[in-house]
């Protein structure tokens, strides 16, 4: 062990080690003075100790293997520069460790120090480390602990194995960086944010758990990539101060949140609750990212009357009311926009695919839903080529703000005519004089629509009266349909996306529109439920048949009209069906009389109480495709793998096209429908 001590004056050094050598393995204890040209590494502990208040003790810049600093004397980093003229970095192999009321800074007029670099445990014990450059904790091999109880004004966890709290209490005054991996805090062991902090997450780093909130806070979000929100966001209503987005990916939010000062959308924002704004600033969005918008529920708390606009989640979406009577006591604003999606109601999917719900409160918490004089602007997004487009191909020209009104879309003649944005890929418009507030929807009852509505029961799935929805029950029914025969005909099968199917739904369709009888036409993808009612992916039994393209289309025509199923015969309309707007055609595919071949073409099930019989597609279709023979033979009990049969699927779960009954579960019972049927065949052409 080495003792310096000096009682002379800082300028006079205790170690000055010009043109020498240090190979320290034990222990080297600075109490007073300053020392001068180390090592760039020095090994063993090393440890500055100097004790009175209001004097410093430069600690040169250099790797030690264990630092560390005690007493009241403030320690203060050195910026001594390497061989390329840049400034080093101060790093600790092992231990640093801050005891007994030091004060380790990278604060000093004229010093720049850069950051310092701790790569293994880091102990403060009623000290501080303070300065305008981060505390690091970086290292890329194995996961780092913190042990302590005081005080830290900038923390850096660089980490991608990540950083615990072993020993918490410990507050950080100025700014936390979440550079990689996670800090793993718990409600036990934690830490403080002092009143006017900052948290900085980039992608790939965590919180675990929230730290405790001393007052305000800004939270920002960086780098490349998405980010899913964890404890940096706090659940306090009055906390969190700016929300900054500015990751290069989407920012996911999965609880409350309140925002009291300004928010700034550098992308896309996802949120599964509501975010609050509780200011009367309004959001600025990235204008060099027309993706830049929030998805969900924002509720505005500080509603402006007075014809000030109110931006809501992105730049074209807003609400003015032009004075105080327009509100009609409305002190607070919740607004749902969600992109990309149709609206709930029947025929939503005939709509722009844009969800829109307004709602207002009084200040005693009340709903106000009429009696209001709102201005409403909206935007959706145009584009020829983004996939992110949500036109569905109506008729620009003729679009106007819908509201949902006595179970039916109502056009708001107060609708301006639509302008497109083509350079940012955005389509806007805005409405005047609205006084009921509730559902609205991008659309236009003048617009040509196509409605099917229809009925088709299954053979394989076809229990006592009704279709079994076992596929759905079971968790095996995919969204979007899966890419086989015949949901690999839709072009646009990719897109049936929900959340939530609709209840009591057996399995997915595909409904076949001919002009010509002998050659393909369009298909459209559906659901068919236990009761053998086709709706879309929301529920709806009046089916609009969307237009997406101009050769992949329907127009006002006659149409032969097929159903078709993974492992049932399709069957097909043995006339032509007119098709026109407005009228919606009814075609039950379980009458013998409107398929051609009739009861040929069909497997009789079961039998009403009138006598009649009920008739279903038959089963035992498993190699179909729309350029076979529509025949249920021997090369069906080979068509799921090359050499293997439905015997060597015995007891396989899934979602599988040798599960005949549809049960999630191929047995021997699968192979007897399909025997049963053998030599059937579609009358298809």
Not at 16 to 31: A, F, L, P
Not at 301 to 312: A, F, H, K, N, Y
């Amino acid at each position: 062990m080495i003792i310096l001590a000096t009682t002379q004056m800082a300028a006079q050094y205790v170690l000055d080690n010009s043109g020498g050598k240090i190979n320290n393995k034990g222990t080297i204890k600075v109490k007073n003075g300053q020392v001068n040209a180390l090592p760039d590494t020095l090994g063993g502990r090393v440890e500055f100790l100097q004790q009175r208040e209001g004097s410093q003790q430069v600690v040169p810049n250099i790797v030690y293997n264990q630092l560390v600093l005690k007493n009241n004397a403030k320690k203060i980093v050195a910026d001594f520069k390497d061989q390329n003229n840049r400034t080093r970095n101060l790093i600790v192999l092992d231990s640093l460790i801050i005891v007994d009321g030091a004060d380790f800074t990278t604060r000093w007029i004229g010093l720049q120090p850069e950051d310092v670099i701790a790569r293994s445990t880091v102990v403060n014990r009623d000290a501080r480390y303070d300065g305008p450059r981060d505390l690091r904790l970086s290292n890329d091999n194995a996961p780092q602990n913190i042990l302590a109880n005081g005080q830290f004004s900038r923390l850096n966890i660089d980490n991608p194995f990540g950083v615990n709290v072993v020993s918490g209490g410990f507050q950080i005054t100025e700014k936390l960086t979440l550079t990689r991996g996670t800090l793993n805090n718990t409600e036990a062991e934690n830490f403080a944010m002092a009143d006017s902090t900052e948290i900085e997450r980039f992608t790939g780093s965590s919180l675990s758990v929230e730290p405790i909130f001393e007052g305000r806070v800004d939270v920002r979000y960086s780098g490349n990539g998405s980010i899913i929100a964890s404890g940096e966001l706090p659940s306090n209503a009055n906390s969190l101060q700016k929300l900054i987005q500015a990751n290069s990916g989407d920012l996911i939010i999965d609880k409350n949140v309140a925002v009291n000062d300004s928010l700034y959308v550098g992308g896309r924002i996802f949120l599964q609750d509501t975010l609050t704004i509780a200011s009367t600033k309004n959001p600025v969005y990235n204008e060099n990212n027309p993706n830049a918008e929030i998805s969900g529920t924002l509720r505005l708390t500080r509603v402006r009357t007075g014809g000030e606009r109110m931006l809501l989640h992105n730049p074209f979406t807003y609400a003015i009311f032009p004075d105080e009577n327009s509100a009609n006591g409305i002190t607070e604003l919740i607004a749902t926009v969600r992109p990309a999606t149709f609206p709930m109601q029947p025929l939503g999917n005939t709509k722009v695919r844009r969800f829109f719900e307004i709602r207002g409160k009084n200040s005693s918490g009340e709903f106000v839903d009429v009696g209001t004089n709102m201005l409403f602007g909206y935007g959706w997004r145009r584009s020829q080529t983004d996939t992110l487009d949500e036109q569905n191909n109506l008729q620009f020209e003729l679009l106007k703000l819908q509201s949902w009104f006595a179970n039916s879309w109502v056009d708001l003649q107060t609708s301006a005519e639509p302008q497109w944005d083509t350079a940012r890929g955005w389509a806007f418009s805005y409405a005047t004089n609205i006084n009921n507030l509730g559902y609205f929807a991008i659309g236009s009852t003048a617009a040509a629509l196509f409605q099917i509505a229809g009925k088709v029961f299954l053979e394989g799935a076809y229990r006592f009266g009704s279709m079994a929805d076992d596929l759905r029950q079971r968790g095996y029914l995919p969204v979007p349909p899966p890419d086989i025969y015949p949901y690999n005909l839709d072009p646009m099968r990719q897109f049936y996306v929900t959340t939530q199917l609709p209840d009591s739904v057996v399995d997915w369709v595909v409904v076949e529109f001919r002009k010509s009888f002998t050659q393909p036409g369009i298909f459209r993808t559906y659901l068919v439920k236990r009761d053998g009612r086709l709706v879309d992916i929301y529920g709806n039994e009046v089916i609009a048949v969307a237009n997406y393209s101009q050769t992949n289309r329907l127009d006002s025509s006659d149409y032969y009209v097929a159903i078709r199923h993974r492992n049932h015969l399709a069957v097909i309309t043995k006339e032509q069906v007119s098709i026109m707007p407005g009228v919606t055609r009814s075609l039950d595919f379980t009458s013998p009389d409107l398929v051609m071949g009739g009861v040929s073409s069909l497997k009789r099930v079961d039998k009403n109480l009138d006598g009649s019989f009920v008739y279903a597609l038959i089963a035992g279709e498993m190699n179909g495709s729309i350029f076979e023979n529509g025949r249920i033979d021997d090369r069906d009990f080979y068509s799921i793998i090359p050499d293997a049969n439905i015997w060597e699927y015995n007891l396989f779960n899934g979602y599988l096209v040798g599960d005949m009954n549809m049960d999630g579960i191929i047995t021997t019972r699968d192979f007897n429908i399909s025997f049963n049927n053998r030599n059937r065949v579609s009358a298809i052409p």
